[in-house]
């Protein structure tokens, strides 16, 4: 838990616990906007008119769509999210999908901060 610090009129200190949110306690959306937060080098912006993580360079690396979190991902990072059940390669208007994207629905949200950490590595890396 996490310490909470409110002043008052007087401007002395309450402290209240607060509880950290959790993927089991949180909405999709409100997710995402934690591992923005969290995630040192991630940047908020948009693609595609949703809201994304951009690297330092400027390029996109996670997604937030339709509830799920879409990453930029090589190697074995790529090969960890395919082997999810129900991820996919990105296809946003279901004619051309967008090779190295994968699409992790929220049942794997407890992965969406490790996936967004190397997605935002590797598009660092990018010119």
């Known amino acids: ?18 509880e950290k949110y959790t993927p089991e306690k949180m909405t999709p959306l409100e997710l995402f906007h934690q591992i923005a937060e969290e995630t040192p080098d991630a940047r908020p912006g948009k693609m595609f008119g949703a809201l994304c993580l951009k690297a330092g360079n400027g390029k996109a690396a996670a997604m937030f769509w339709k509830d799920n979190m879409v990453f930029k991902l090589t190697g074995e990072d790529e ?3 395919r082997s999810l059940d129900g ?6 208007m279901g004619t051309k999908p967008m090779n190295g994207w994968i699409q992790v ?9 490790a996936f967004a950490v190397s997605a935002l590595a590797y598009v660092s890396t990018l010119k």
Not at 3 to 18: G, H, P, R, V, Y
Not at 105 to 113: E, N
Request: glycine letters at 0%; hydrophobic letters at 35%.
């Open 79 to 81: 090969q960890e999210a």
């Open 87 to 92: 991820t996919s390669t990105f296809n946003p």
């Open 105 to 113: 629905p929220f049942d794997y949200a407890d992965k969406w901060q």
């Open 1 to 18: 838990m996490a310490q909470n610090i409110n002043f008052n009129k007087n401007n002395e200190a309450n402290f209240t616990l607060i």
